[in-house]
């Protein structure tokens, strides 16, 4: 009866194994066009899963809203911190937090978690320095995008980033960042990642006190973040979206 329990563990496991192969493929082929968002700023559409990297109504308008109003802001000026972003993507969350660290005299560790890295060429015709009136740092985010994965760069002074290339599910943190930035595909295309397995992560990742932000405001998010720990609170949420959530390790 054991060997025949371990033989169906050791079956699901390569199931669950040969999914995951099996997206990445997908995913890796998947179109992406240049999509114009409300606020002028440009994003990524995938039309085979009618999926958003930013939001509709605005890119940049969500990245502060969500990540630097709702996150960020929490730090006082002089602040040395580590960010964790959950789905780098574009860069344009890392690329705003460097900004602000720059207004602000942040030091900032930054590590960012993508499982699909994008074209670097494709990111460069999003514009995100002209966007943001940021052309004089235009080279720093150059560096960040053109940067090898998987290797510390220091982009400033005040400012270090690693970029780790790998699935979330794969990801065990320690006890060492302040903030998270949980900005992952939405559940209705990856559900697996809005779990409570994917959230308990999380929440060991965190120093007591670390916060985590999303723009998700679900409600099955809301009891997972409960759930492994979290305190939760709804907050307003950026133009298009009535709310989005925090959560607060305690």
Same mark, same amino acid.
């Given at each position: 009866?054991?060997? !025949?329990?371990? =033989?169906?563990?050791?079956? *699901? /496991?390569?199931?669950?194994?040969?999914?995951l192969?099996?997206f +990445? @493929?997908?995913?890796?082929v998947?179109?992406?066009?240049?999509?114009?968002?409300?606020?002028?700023?440009?994003s990524?559409?995938?039309?085979?899963?009618?999926?958003?990297?930013?939001?509709?109504?605005?890119?940049?308008?969500?990245?502060?809203?969500?990540?630097?109003r709702?996150?960020?802001?929490?730090?006082?000026?002089?602040?040395?911190?580590?960010?964790?972003?959950?789905?780098?993507?574009?860069?344009?969350?890392?690329?705003?937090?460097?900004?602000?660290?720059?207004?602000?005299?942040l030091?900032?560790?930054?590590?960012?978690?993508?499982?699909?890295? !994008?074209?670097? =060429?494709?990111?460069?015709? *999003? /514009?995100?320095?002209?966007?943001?009136?940021?052309?004089?740092? +235009? @080279?720093?985010?150059?560096?960040?995008?053109?940067?090898?994965?998987?290797?510390?760069?220091?982009?400033?002074e005040?400012?270090?980033?690693?970029k780790?290339?790998?699935?979330?599910?794969?990801?065990?943190?320690?006890?060492?960042?302040?903030?998270?930035?949980?900005?992952?595909?939405?559940?209705?295309?990856?559900?697996?990642?809005?779990?409570?397995?994917?959230?308990?992560?999380?929440?060991?990742?965190?120093?007591?006190?670390?916060?985590?932000?999303?723009?998700?405001?679900?409600?099955?998010?809301?009891?997972?973040?409960?759930?492994?720990?979290?305190?939760?609170?709804?907050?307003?949420?950026p133009?298009? /979206?009535?709310?989005?959530?925090?959560?607060?390790?305690?």
């Amino acid at each position: 009866m054991i060997h !025949l329990f371990e =033989g169906s563990l050791c079956f *699901l /496991k390569r199931s669950i194994v040969y999914e995951l192969i099996i997206f +990445a @493929a997908i995913f890796k082929v998947l179109e992406r066009k240049i999509i114009k968002t409300a606020d002028g700023s440009s994003s990524l559409y995938l039309p085979q899963w009618d999926e958003n990297y930013h939001s509709r109504h605005g890119a940049i308008q969500e990245a502060y809203h969500v990540f630097i109003r709702s996150g960020l802001d929490l730090f006082k000026k002089g602040s040395k911190l580590r960010i964790l972003e959950m789905g780098f993507g574009t860069g344009l969350n890392c690329f705003i937090s460097f900004l602000e660290s720059q207004k602000r005299d942040l030091q900032i560790e930054y590590v960012g978690l993508e499982g699909y890295p !994008l074209d670097v =060429g494709l990111i460069e015709k *999003l /514009k995100y320095p002209e966007a943001l009136k940021a052309l004089d740092f +235009a @080279a720093f985010y150059n560096d960040m995008i053109a940067s090898e994965w998987d290797t510390p760069v220091k982009i400033s002074e005040g400012f270090e980033l690693l970029k780790k290339e790998m699935m979330f599910e794969k990801f065990h943190g320690a006890q060492n960042f302040d903030l998270i930035y949980f900005d992952a595909f939405g559940a209705r295309v990856q559900p697996e990642l809005w779990t409570e397995t994917i959230f308990s992560k999380m929440y060991a990742s965190l120093r007591p006190g670390g916060i985590l932000v999303t723009y998700s405001a679900k409600g099955s998010v809301r009891r997972a973040l409960q759930a492994v720990g979290f305190e939760v609170e709804r907050l307003p949420g950026p133009p298009g /979206k009535r709310e989005m959530l925090r959560g607060r390790k305690i």
